[in-house]
């Protein structure tokens, strides 16, 4: 074990995992953070704290890990690259470790001109993959300028992020394998929107077998209306939302519940998909829904490890 | 090429409100290629700032020159005479020539009259586009000649990021993304597999983020006898 943390624990044991997704909010209301601990407490293993998602001031994802400790709830720590330079990164990994939290997922953030400060500096000091890789080397005992920790190194169970419908597609693959070589042990992926295009990474995936070194977990947002698929479809960088997604949602007396029958289908079909580990359920501002698609997709109760 | 931009009228007659006698001074390097400041843009824009003054009831004395270059001392040594008979400078060079003007004429203001904007390429009448940050230490040979550091919004190393969509970036569809650039140069270049390689986190120390950098050639040094 690199971390003993719960969702470390389930995907070792070759347990169809499962992990969640809490925005925090623009305040420091942390009620708001506990109130969707409360609610998504043991549908999941742990629970992605987004890093001031979409470049947004938000709650802190490290103070907002500490909430959901406090509720009994596994936190998985976000950190972008675009905020924080390398000492400021290893720091908050040291302080978030020294609070308990075990699962931390790396990435290079959205650019700051889709948020509320695009006047902003950014950082970018280390990208994601060299993010991996300094999480890898302090767990091993050292910082990232090589020096020895006197100390006990921090515990850390490494995710990372995969965007199999970003471009150019061959060189996802390619990226999967960098991240994983740079010291990743799990990779949520980028909402499941094109299960056709999923489909056909993935083989590529498992020719490389990239699936043995890795554990994958298919991103799955459930669609609340034809408006957001499309949106997404068109707005979204890197995104792609399939048309019989769109004409399924375009026909459906109910939206919002066709919607929750595409994601259980997915997660039905992605639970017989050879490589998949689990499901990342991101249902951001759609926190409620996510008990009732895993009741339904037979991901309840989870089990003990 | 270092590329700027004019600044526009109105900020620049805001800097010259309080003089009768401003010396407009155009530079011979960069900015006459890039038709920011040469010659030609300061006989334009001293045309329109005695016309802009003298509308507003307090007419402004224009004299201008262009040197060969303002980032050069000797350059500035031969127009010293001029400036002395004036109130303050108004500069058309880069943020180079504005800083050198103001070292080499200490008792006098030079204000700047465009942007400095980056460090790039023409590619068409009227377009320009950034492809170096001067970051000091050059990438170039493991990138295929494309520079992630300038070119990237990010400036990543390992890129592509999950933004890069038909190649362009997630910042702007006008925008083309580095990586992706870079990808497909290496794949006709049939060294693509080196991008399977990780490139480690960057010494950016010889980048500003150093401290204001200084070169010193001791070879050249010797060489003139100092």
Known sequence: MKAGSKLEKMLESGNFTVTGEIGPPKSCNGEVVRHHARMLKGWCESFNLTDNQTAIVRLSSIAAGKILLEEDCEPNIQIVCRDRNRIAIQSDVLGACAMGMKNILCLSGDHQKFGNHPTAKNVYDVDSIQLIKILDTMRKGSFANEEKMKDEPPKIYIGCAANPFADPFEFRVTRLEKKAGAGADFCQTQCVLDMERFERWMELVRARGLHKRIKILAGITPMKSVKAAKYMRDYVAGMMVSDDIIQRLGKAEDVKAEGINIAIEQIQHLKKMEGIAGVHIMAIAWEEIVPEICQRAGLAPRPEV | ?226
Not at chain 2, 39 to 65: C, W
Not at chain 2, 149 to 164: E, H, L, W, Y
């Open chain 2, 1 to 226: 090429m270092i590329i700027a931009e004019r600044k526009p009228i109105d900020e620049i007659l805001g800097f010259l409100v309080k003089y009768r006698k401003v010396l407009v001074l155009g530079c011979g390097g960069c900015v006459t290629v890039c038709l920011a400041g040469g010659e030609k843009e300061a006989g334009i824009l001293g045309s329109q700032l005695a016309m802009a003054s003298r509308k507003e009831g307090r007419p402004l004395e224009v004299v201008q020159k262009t040197v060969e270059r303002q980032c050069d001392f000797e350059y500035l040594a031969g127009i010293r005479h001029l400036v002395k008979e004036v109130d303050a400078v108004l500069s058309l060079a880069c943020g180079i020539g504005i800083q050198t003007c103001n070292e080499a004429f200490r008792d006098k203001m030079t204000w700047p009259g465009v942007n400095t904007r980056f460090l790039g390429v023409n590619l068409n009448v009227g377009e320009w586009a950034e492809r170096c940050q001067a970051c000091g230490q050059c990438v170039l040979d493991r990138t295929g000649g494309i520079c992630p550091v300038a070119r990237c919004s990010k400036s990543i190393f390992n890129g592509p990021c999950g933004g890069s969509q038909g190649g362009k970036c997630e910042v702007s569809p006008d925008t083309d993304c580095a990586w992706a650039l870079i990808y497909d140069r290496l794949t006709q270049l049939g060294e693509v597999d080196s991008l399977r390689d990780i490139m480690g986190i960057k010494d950016w120390s010889h980048s500003r983020d150093g401290g204001p950098r200084k070169l010193v050639r001791e070879d050249l040094e010797l060489e003139s006898g100092k």
